[in-house]
C-alpha cells in the first residue's frame, strides 16, 4: 500500500512541473492582448499610455455620444522576452479595432466621417499606420533614451512596407530623432523581420507582432536584459476628424530571464521526495 505522504509529495511536484512549463511557454496570439500578455504573468512587462481615450484623442462627437472609441487610442502596450528564441513579442492594446478610425462603429459612423471628409481605408491602407520606434540605452545617462534604432510596424508611406501582413516590416529608423517615427522607415532588418499575428478586425482587434533575434540588432545597446525605450504612433490625416495617438519616449524595464529545470532534475527531485517520504513510512511500520 502506498504511503499518503508519498502520493501528496509525487502530486506536489508534478503540479511544480506543470506550473513552471506553462509558465515558460511562448506567446499565443489571438488578437485579444490583455488575454495573451495577462498582467499576472510577471514575464509581461505593461507599459500604460492612454487611461481617458474620450478626452485624451480627438473623434466624432457622435462616437463618444455612442460610446464608442477610435482604434487610435492605446490604453496600453504589453512586452514579453524569450531568452531561448531571443524573440521578441509586442501587443498594442487599444480600446477597439487597432488601426480603424470609427473602431467599432459600423455603417453609420463610417458615412459620418465621409460627410466630413474623411476616409477610413480597409485594414492599414492609406497613410494609415502603426508604429514602434526602439531607442537603446543611453551609455552617459541611464535615465534618458539613448540612439533610436528601428522602428517596427506598418509605415504611413506605404512605398516603405514590408514583406509582412499589412506591409508589416521590422526596419532601420532613418530620421533623426525629432522626425516622425511613421515616416521613418529605412531597409527591412531580414534577420529581425518577425510577424504580424493578425490584420486587425471585430474577431482580432489587436495589433500583435514579434521581432526575430532582438539582441542582436545592436548589442549591449539595444539589450532586453538592461532594458530599453519605446515611442508609439497610431494615426493617419486620412480620416480628417479623428486624432492619432502619439506618446514620447517610454522607459521598458529590463527583462529576466526565466529558467526552466531540465525534465531529469525534475525526475531526481521526484525520486528523492518520493524515497524520503517511502523511508519515513518505514520506520513508522518497524517502530
Given at each position: 500500500?502506498?504511503?499518503?505522504?508519498?502520493?501528496?509529495?509525487?502530486?506536489?511536484?508534478?503540479a511544480?512541473?506543470?506550473?513552471?512549463?506553462?509558465?515558460?511557454?511562448?506567446?499565443?496570439?489571438?488578437?485579444?492582448?490583455?488575454?495573451?500578455?495577462?498582467?499576472?504573468?510577471?514575464?509581461?512587462?505593461?507599459?500604460?499610455?492612454?487611461?481617458?481615450?474620450?478626452?485624451?484623442?480627438?473623434?466624432?462627437?457622435?462616437?463618444?455620444?455612442?460610446?464608442?472609441?477610435?482604434?487610435?487610442?492605446?490604453?496600453d502596450?504589453?512586452?514579453?522576452?524569450?531568452?531561448?528564441?531571443?524573440?521578441?513579442?509586442?501587443?498594442?492594446?487599444?480600446?477597439?479595432?487597432?488601426?480603424?478610425?470609427?473602431?467599432?462603429?459600423?455603417?453609420?459612423?463610417?458615412?459620418?466621417?465621409?460627410?466630413?471628409?474623411?476616409?477610413?481605408?480597409?485594414?492599414?491602407?492609406?497613410?494609415?499606420?502603426?508604429?514602434?520606434?526602439?531607442?537603446?540605452?543611453?551609455?552617459?545617462?541611464?535615465?534618458?533614451?539613448?540612439?533610436?534604432?528601428?522602428?517596427?510596424?506598418?509605415?504611413?508611406?506605404?512605398?516603405q512596407?514590408?514583406?509582412?501582413?499589412?506591409?508589416?516590416t521590422?526596419?532601420?529608423?532613418?530620421?533623426?530623432?525629432?522626425?516622425?517615427i511613421?515616416?521613418?522607415?529605412?531597409?527591412?532588418?531580414?534577420n529581425?523581420?518577425?510577424?504580424?499575428?493578425?490584420?486587425?478586425?471585430?474577431?482580432?482587434?489587436?495589433?500583435?507582432?514579434?521581432?526575430?533575434?532582438?539582441?542582436?540588432?545592436?548589442?549591449?545597446?539595444?539589450?532586453?536584459?538592461?532594458?530599453?525605450?519605446?515611442?508609439?504612433?497610431?494615426?493617419s490625416?486620412?480620416?480628417?476628424?479623428?486624432?492619432?495617438?502619439?506618446?514620447?519616449?517610454?522607459?521598458?524595464?529590463?527583462?529576466?530571464?526565466?529558467?526552466?529545470?531540465?525534465?531529469?532534475?525534475?525526475?531526481?527531485?521526484?525520486?528523492?521526495?518520493?524515497?524520503g517520504?517511502?523511508?519515513?513510512?518505514?520506520?513508522?511500520?518497524?517502530?
Open positions: 500500500m502506498v504511503s499518503r505522504n508519498v502520493l501528496r509529495w509525487s502530486l506536489a511536484t508534478l511544480l512541473i506543470c506550473a513552471q512549463s506553462a509558465t515558460a511557454e511562448p506567446i499565443n496570439f489571438t488578437g485579444f492582448v490583455e488575454n495573451d500578455f495577462q498582467a499576472s504573468d510577471k514575464s509581461n512587462h505593461i507599459i500604460q499610455v492612454n487611461p481617458d481615450p474620450f478626452n485624451r484623442i480627438v473623434q466624432m462627437n457622435e462616437m463618444t455620444s455612442a460610446g464608442i472609441i477610435n482604434g487610435y487610442a492605446l490604453k502596450m504589453r512586452l514579453n522576452y524569450d531568452f531561448a528564441s531571443d524573440t521578441l513579442s509586442m501587443g498594442l492594446n487599444t480600446y477597439s479595432i487597432a488601426g480603424s478610425a470609427i473602431g467599432n462603429g459600423g455603417p453609420d459612423m463610417a458615412a459620418l466621417l465621409s460627410s466630413r471628409g474623411g476616409v477610413d481605408p480597409p485594414n492599414l491602407g492609406g497613410k494609415k499606420s502603426i508604429t514602434i520606434g526602439f531607442a537603446g540605452q543611453n551609455l552617459s545617462d541611464s535615465s534618458k533614451p539613448g540612439e533610436m534604432l528601428i522602428v517596427a510596424g506598418v509605415p504611413a508611406n506605404k512605398n512596407a514590408g514583406p509582412g501582413l499589412d506591409g508589416f521590422v526596419s532601420k529608423y532613418t530620421g533623426s530623432n525629432g522626425n516622425s511613421q515616416n521613418s522607415y529605412g531597409a527591412n532588418l531580414s529581425h523581420q518577425g510577424e504580424l499575428a493578425f490584420s486587425p478586425s471585430a474577431d482580432h482587434p489587436g495589433f500583435e507582432f514579434t521581432i526575430k533575434n532582438f539582441s542582436q540588432i545592436a548589442p549591449n545597446v539595444l539589450d532586453p536584459s538592461k532594458g530599453f525605450w519605446l515611442k508609439a504612433y497610431l494615426g490625416p486620412d480620416d480628417v476628424v479623428i486624432g492619432e495617438e502619439g506618446t514620447g519616449y517610454l522607459r521598458v524595464p529590463a527583462f529576466e530571464p526565466f529558467s526552466v529545470p531540465e525534465p531529469t532534475t525534475w525526475l531526481a527531485w521526484t525520486l528523492v521526495a518520493g524515497a517520504a517511502v523511508a519515513q513510512f518505514r520506520r513508522r511500520r518497524q517502530g
